[in-house]
């Protein structure tokens, strides 16, 4: 019984999204402040239920993971965000007004189907960089700290390095006009399902859910201990791109991480990239260094 309730619980977290944004009173839609209490709220909501229904005793909560996540969502809220809005969002609009671009049509959808366009819109762009990530070295560089994770938790979607945090922020959603209820409605629901796909929490929701929504069952078996095995469900939120675009599999990972299972400090998952220009650096030292001696 508690597994068949667990298992409905993201359905109906999304539900309960999209009742909020459609049906909250103005005061509180209009308000600034509402995304960012929802965001956190999210997050605190999935990590609470880790505690009451966990999916691995080896994925358990400690302080160090607790604090690197914190970080990593605290960073993603300010510096990654603020960055993505001035060097992307801002000129996009800007071309976008430049070129008289407008897109009036997308704000008189039904505002469903302007949730729906959110959702699609953001997740088309982050499932192709995702993509390029895993099949393109100096791309995976950056992405591999996200990898090196050797356990799944509610916020863990936020841990990486911050260029790969800032590239899969990017989309082309500015170029729209659309209700900002919808905009917010599809980012939460975004954060819910990508919540849900990276949380220690043992549930597997329905095939109405699944065949759509990326679950942890696809996401832990993205997060495979070998490369190769990493290169499937690239969907971050909509595994249904997967499906489209046959990069869909099926299965379930326990043991996460790459490599040797090591888990690198936030100094390494900031470095890591650069790792590569780093040891040519010393190596070329060494070379130099030699003849002296
Ligand atoms: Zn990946
Ligand atoms: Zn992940």
Redesign the pocket.
Same mark, same amino acid.
């Given at each position: 019984m508690k597994q068949k309730i667990f298992n409905l619980v993201p359905p109906a977290f999304v539900a309960v999204i999209v009742a909020f944004w459609a049906f909250a009173p103005k005061a509180l839609t209009d308000n600034g402040w509402s995304i960012i209490v929802t965001s956190a709220l999210i997050t605190l909501v999935v990590l609470g239920l880790e505690f009451v229904h966990e999916r691995h005793a080896g994925w358990r909560m400690n302080w160090r993971e607790f604090f690197t996540d914190l970080f990593y969502v605290v960073l993603s809220a300010t510096v990654i965000s603020w960055t993505a809005t001035a060097l992307a969002e801002e000129p996009l609009q800007a071309v976008k007004t430049s070129l008289g671009i407008t897109t009036q049509w997308a704000m008189h959808m039904p505002w469903l189907l302007q949730v729906a366009l959110v959702v699609f819109i953001m997740e088309f762009g982050q499932y192709w960089m995702?993509r390029l990530? *895993?099949n393109s070295t100096p791309f995976w560089l950056t992405?591999a700290p996200? *990898?090196h994770i050797t356990q799944l938790n509610a916020a863990k979607g936020a841990v990486g390095n911050p260029i790969e945090l800032f590239l899969i922020s990017l989309s082309v959603l500015a170029l729209f006009d659309l209700s900002p209820t919808a905009l917010f409605c599809g980012f939460n629901i975004l954060n819910v399902v990508s919540t849900f796909a990276h949380a220690n929490v043992r549930s597997d929701p329905p095939l109405f859910y699944s065949f759509f929504f990326t679950t942890i069952r696809h996401h832990s078996l993205?997060h495979s201990t070998d490369y190769e095995s990493?290169r499937c469900n690239y969907g971050n939120s909509l595994i249904l791109l997967d499906r489209i675009f046959g990069t869909y599999k099926e299965g379930e990972a326990s043991v996460v991480g790459q490599d040797d299972l090591r888990r690198l400090s936030i100094r390494e998952q900031f470095l890591f990239p650069f790792q590569p220009l780093i040891e040519r650096i010393r190596a070329g030292r060494g070379e130099t260094a030699q003849p002296a001696n």
């Amino acid at each position: 019984m508690k597994q068949k309730i667990f298992n409905l619980v993201p359905p109906a977290f999304v539900a309960v999204i999209v009742a909020f944004w459609a049906f909250a009173p103005k005061a509180l839609t209009d308000n600034g402040w509402s995304i960012i209490v929802t965001s956190a709220l999210i997050t605190l909501v999935v990590l609470g239920l880790e505690f009451v229904h966990e999916r691995h005793a080896g994925w358990r909560m400690n302080w160090r993971e607790f604090f690197t996540d914190l970080f990593y969502v605290v960073l993603s809220a300010t510096v990654i965000s603020w960055t993505a809005t001035a060097l992307a969002e801002e000129p996009l609009q800007a071309v976008k007004t430049s070129l008289g671009i407008t897109t009036q049509w997308a704000m008189h959808m039904p505002w469903l189907l302007q949730v729906a366009l959110v959702v699609f819109i953001m997740e088309f762009g982050q499932y192709w960089m995702h993509r390029l990530m *895993h099949n393109s070295t100096p791309f995976w560089l950056t992405h591999a700290p996200h *990898h090196h994770i050797t356990q799944l938790n509610a916020a863990k979607g936020a841990v990486g390095n911050p260029i790969e945090l800032f590239l899969i922020s990017l989309s082309v959603l500015a170029l729209f006009d659309l209700s900002p209820t919808a905009l917010f409605c599809g980012f939460n629901i975004l954060n819910v399902v990508s919540t849900f796909a990276h949380a220690n929490v043992r549930s597997d929701p329905p095939l109405f859910y699944s065949f759509f929504f990326t679950t942890i069952r696809h996401h832990s078996l993205h997060h495979s201990t070998d490369y190769e095995s990493t290169r499937c469900n690239y969907g971050n939120s909509l595994i249904l791109l997967d499906r489209i675009f046959g990069t869909y599999k099926e299965g379930e990972a326990s043991v996460v991480g790459q490599d040797d299972l090591r888990r690198l400090s936030i100094r390494e998952q900031f470095l890591f990239p650069f790792q590569p220009l780093i040891e040519r650096i010393r190596a070329g030292r060494g070379e130099t260094a030699q003849p002296a001696n």
